[in-house]
């Protein structure tokens, strides 16, 4: 693996252009996206099975929820904002990210996962997002033995050529349907409704969320940043650029698309950080065929819970 100095930040893909790298090509990487089972579709936005043969693989993971993921090939680190580096473990939990996350990895690189929803990472960990958030941990400490137990076996498997990818996630997402407990009713009616207030403009005023939640504003501040892992405001900001990236993503933009994203910044070169801080690249990269993961984790059928 490339020896970056522990003075590096690298945060985008311009960092990685800096200092004399680039992304893996969309060319070498495959992904397969498998919806989630109607029993956990308040829980997980997406199953995946991730493969790349590369003797190293760069890529960017948006900012996001959680993730629960199996590495049953490849080892390297998640390289944060603030200089820490995690490494991957086989059977991993990735906290909620802030801001978009690079990785660079020894390969082969194979990842089986599930992206969770804020319903999802509450409901399965228990955890404070906002308290554990920008981590890449061993999902023992969190789940317990069993997961080590579901992860080893179908580790072990997947690498004998026993499991596909496929049978591998939806074993997962089974693993999550038993282990998840549901949220207090007013707690699951509190994300539903603080998705609809970032759904209803891509700058929503705080003072909507504030009248539509039946809570108190300090107790609103503090269970947003529970279940997204950022308090309210810096929450919007964050869907405010993916959203904007993931409409630059379209071949063509709408009239109406353009017009809402005029309004959403002060100006481009505001637009152009606040994409690369929470999607990792500039809008220039976004509709290109350099960035399979990020193309996908952006796509606007993530954002379902939006409307």
Request: glycine letters at 8%.
């Amino acid at each position: 693996m490339v020896d970056y100095h522990s003075t590096t930040t690298i945060q985008s893909e311009s960092d990685f252009s800096e200092a004399g790298f680039e992304l893996t090509p969309a060319s070498l990487i495959s992904i397969e996206y498998i919806a989630p089972p109607s029993a956990i579709s308040d829980y997980v936005t997406t199953l995946y099975h991730f493969r790349c043969e590369e003797a190293e693989i760069r890529d960017i993971q948006p900012a996001s929820i959680g993730h629960l993921s199996l590495f049953p090939l490849g080892r390297g680190e998640m390289l944060f904002p603030n200089g820490r580096r995690d490494s991957n473990p086989e059977i991993a939990m990735l906290t909620p990210l802030s801001t978009a996350t690079p990785i660079v990895v020894e390969g082969p690189f194979h990842v089986i996962g599930a992206a969770l929803t804020p319903q999802g990472w509450g409901a399965l960990t228990g955890l404070h997002a906002g308290e554990h958030r920008d981590r890449m941990i061993e999902a023992r400490t969190v789940l317990g033995g069993e997961v080590v137990a579901m992860g080893e076996r179908l580790n072990a498997g997947y690498r004998a050529g026993k499991f596909s990818g496929r049978e591998c996630a939806l074993e997962i997402g089974a693993f999550i349907e038993g282990r998840v407990r549901p949220l207090k009713a007013r707690h699951n009616e509190l994300i539903r409704t603080v998705n609809r207030w970032l759904g209803a403009s891509l700058n929503p005023d705080l003072a909507d969320l504030m009248a539509a939640a039946s809570y108190s504003e300090r107790q609103v501040q503090r269970l947003v940043e529970r279940y997204f892992g950022l308090p309210p405001q810096a929450l919007a900001r964050k869907y405010r650029a993916l959203r904007a990236a993931a409409w630059l993503s379209f071949p063509q933009l709408t009239p109406e698309y353009e017009a809402e994203l005029a309004d959403a910044f002060f100006d481009q070169s505001h637009m152009i950080r606040e994409i690369q801080r929470f999607a990792g690249r500039t809008p220039a990269r976004l509709s290109d065929d350099d960035s399979p993961f990020l193309n996908e984790m952006i796509d606007l059928k993530n954002f379902r819970e939006l409307g």
